[in-house]
């Protein structure tokens, strides 16, 4: 049975991980160890549902490594140095709040430490299982309009007020271009071209 950790009890942690975990524990329970889930975030001293503590080596005492499953929910700025410090304490199963990273140098820092610790990080894609994707995905395996010549993302999801009270992000393309290139990814697979027939706006 596994414990589970978080890092990071923000819009991501406490608003989309958390609630997540609940159905999964409700749906398989065997799955997890009974008892609160942990959580650790500098800037948070409670979170309903949530066993706070006041450091990843506090949570050490009530989340064993070995048998537990971290939820690094912090900025992605702020990713290599969390992501050591659990490593340090022996973490080594990891799902990481998208962008992984921000930049090269980021990536290449996040890839150093899980090739040096043996991490097993998982970044989470959760429109690769929306329903929509795999209706896509069905219209696609189906050929009913044929071969795909286009793909065009548009989204009408204004960012500004949750920017305002919450600057994790420097922009909203931190967070909305990854999702939306891992589906086009995932649609396109092999046919995507050195020029994409796609777009995002």
Request: with cysteine; glycine share 8%.
């Amino acid at each position: 049975m596994l414990h589970t950790f978080f890092v990071g009890l923000g819009r991501s942690g406490e608003g989309l991980h958390l609630p997540s975990l609940a159905k999964a524990r409700a749906r398989e329970p065997a799955l997890f160890a009974p008892g609160p889930v942990v959580g650790y975030d500098p800037f948070r001293t409670s979170a309903e549902g949530v066993l706070t503590v006041g450091s990843p080596e506090e949570a050490v005492h009530h989340a064993p490594p070995r048998s537990t499953v971290v939820h690094l929910c912090t900025p992605p700025h702020l990713r290599s140095g969390p992501l050591e410090r659990l490593a340090e304490l022996g973490y080594r199963k990891i799902i990481v709040e998208k962008p992984l990273a921000l930049d090269l140098v980021g990536l290449a820092s996040v890839a150093r430490l899980r090739r040096r610790w043996g991490l097993d990080i998982t970044v989470t894609t959760q429109w690769l299982d929306s329903a929509l994707t795999r209706r896509l995905h069905a219209v696609l395996r189906s050929r009913a309009f044929g071969d795909l010549r286009a793909i065009t993302v548009l989204q009408n999801k204004p960012r500004f007020t949750r920017t305002a009270k919450a600057p994790g992000h420097p922009t909203a393309f931190d967070v909305e271009v990854p999702h939306a290139l891992a589906v086009v990814i995932t649609l396109a697979g092999e046919r995507t071209s050195p020029r994409p027939p796609w777009r995002t706006w």
